[in-house]
């Protein structure tokens, strides 16, 4: 009658709290983090700032901790520590934000930002499977919401200490009556000596009008954002049920006959299309009636899409519902499923050969090079379900899956995309060069973009690149716009730089 009584809560048994409020250190290295990211991170374009308050996040979520027990326990055990994959997706999302600092590209950093939202979660959830993934995204609203009572129920903690020691709370009013004093007399010795004022200002940032909006706005997005992931640091959801991958098993017949016949359904498609549209390339476009590189490579991508998609969703409700204690249920496992597996991947390798042949006619773009690294990508994943279906219980195969993209976007930046696709577009014939598309490229692309032929042309394009490459603040400092901003520098300008490429391209 007296309880304990079920939590009823919303994600009450999934995420049931700390049991202590947040300890001072917690609080401090919260408003530390907040602080780091208000002065450090830059809301326009990537540069160094962003690696900055990612280390400092970083910093922060490890130095979290509930606060002490009032009452001495019986049993001392050691602090759970975070796992050696929770530290590798904490080093991987890092890497991803880091990304900024060296390349200029704000597409590459985008998809860099997104997925470094995904390994931020594997971090914090420590979820093994995708549906512990969704959930921690899921959790996360909620740990917010959470987090509020928490943290004020530890600044009431820091208000009062039995041990003879100046109480935490007393020891930041101490800070902030400094920083008050420092704030007052620096501000009069500036005013009172200019070498003193440049000092001062080179040290400390602008206080404008837009400004404070600013750093109220990173404030207001970093303070609830950084306060949940350390409630989540603190006290991780329960996951483990959702990283099962054994869910109610149906029997060999009602599983094995559909995917036979689906199995048989694309051996047919592959054997009719082998020799012609699969590998035809570009004889298979010269010699086809109404048929263009262009049409040639979009189908092969979106057949990929789609295959790719059907064989990962029927391999995951396979390996779910499917039996496999028996030997024959294995064999027939092993033998469908791979089956399955080894003919997408022919597709895959179709379609691999389908972008080639458009890329060779048309050159490297953006676009064509993102669908060629997700195709390498699909592929990767069908070979790692492959060897899964050796042992057939495969509980890493979402995480390697993602590791490996994450691991490609990462190749992908350190091997500076726009470079390559202008040195790409620059080895063509000088009549099929696409000089207004060079010039949409971002600064990273200006080391190649110095060596085009046509003097006219070159001129133009790097104008029309370091347009966007005024002197920044430090926090927006970056690798690629810096080198690009030296090489422009040396680069003579075109006759009429306001209308250069309306004038000569016509746009």
């Known amino acids: 009658m007296h309880g304990p009584w079920p939590d009823v809560r919303l994600w009450g048994r999934r995420l049931p709290g700390p049991a202590f409020p947040a300890s001072s250190n917690t609080i401090v290295a919260i408003a530390a983090g907040v602080l780091v990211a208000a002065i450090s991170l830059p809301l326009d374009t990537p540069g160094v700032g962003w690696l900055i308050t990612a280390v400092a996040v970083a910093i922060a979520l490890l130095v979290a901790r509930p606060a002490a027990s009032p009452i001495p326990p019986l049993v001392t055990r050691p602090a759970k520590r975070p796992g050696w994959d929770q530290l590798a997706w904490g080093v991987a999302t890092i890497a991803l934000v880091g990304v900024g600092t060296f390349r200029a590209a704000g597409w590459l950093f985008a998809l860099c930002l997104v997925t470094a939202t995904l390994t931020f979660a594997l971090a914090i959830g420590a979820g093994r499977s995708m549906r512990a993934v969704v959930t921690t995204y899921l959790i996360a609203p909620v740990a917010v919401l959470r987090a509020l009572p928490w943290l004020v129920r530890g600044l009431a903690r820091m208000r009062r200490t039995g041990t003879g020691r100046p109480a935490p709370i007393r020891i930041a009013a101490t800070a902030a009556v400094s920083i008050a004093l420092l704030a007052i007399f620096g501000a009069l010795f500036a005013s009172a000596d200019p070498d003193f004022a440049n000092v001062l200002g080179a040290l400390l940032p602008d206080i404008t009008v837009s400004g404070t909006f600013r750093w109220i706005f990173i404030c207001g997005l970093t303070a609830p954002v950084l306060s949940g992931a350390a409630y989540l640091r603190v006290a991780p959801p329960r996951l483990a049920d959702l990283d099962r991958t054994e869910g109610h098993k149906v029997r060999r017949l009602e599983w094995a006959v559909p995917l036979t016949l689906l199995t048989l359904l694309f051996g047919a498609f592959i054997s009719v299309q082998l020799t012609t549209v699969l590998f035809g390339g570009e004889r298979h476009v010269l010699t086809t009636a109404g048929l263009t590189y262009a049409g040639y490579a979009r189908g092969g991508f979106w057949q990929l899409s789609i295959v790719t998609g059907l064989t990962l969703v029927v391999l995951a409700g396979a390996a779910r519902w499917a039996p496999r204690e028996a030997p024959g249920d294995r064999a027939t496992f092993r033998a469908v499923l791979g089956t399955l597996t080894l003919l997408t991947l022919l597709i895959v390798a179709s379609a691999l050969v389908r972008m ?119 926090r927006e400092w970056n690798l690629g716009r810096a080198a690009a901003r030296e090489l422009i520098g040396e680069s003579p300008r075109p006759a009429d730089s306001e209308r250069c490429v309306e004038k000569r391209y016509g746009y």
Request: net charge neutral; with cysteine; proline share 6%.
């Open 356 to 474: 080639q042949v458009y890329i060779d006619t048309y050159g490297l773009t953006r676009l064509r090079l993102l669908v060629a690294c997700c195709e390498l990508w699909f592929g990767v994943i069908l070979l790692l379900v492959l060897v899964a279906g050796i042992r057939i219980r495969a509980p890493w195969l979402p995480r390697v899956a993602i590791a490996v993209g994450v691991l490609t976007l990462i190749g992908l930046a350190v091997a500076n995309p726009d470079l390559r696709i202008a040195q790409n577009q620059l080895n063509r014939a000088a009549d099929r060069i696409d000089p207004y598309y060079l010039a949409t490229l971002s600064p990273d692309a200006v080391p190649a973009l110095t060596r085009m032929a046509d003097p006219a042309d070159r001129a133009c394009v790097l104008h029309q690149i370091g347009l966007g490459l005024d002197e920044h603040e430090w």
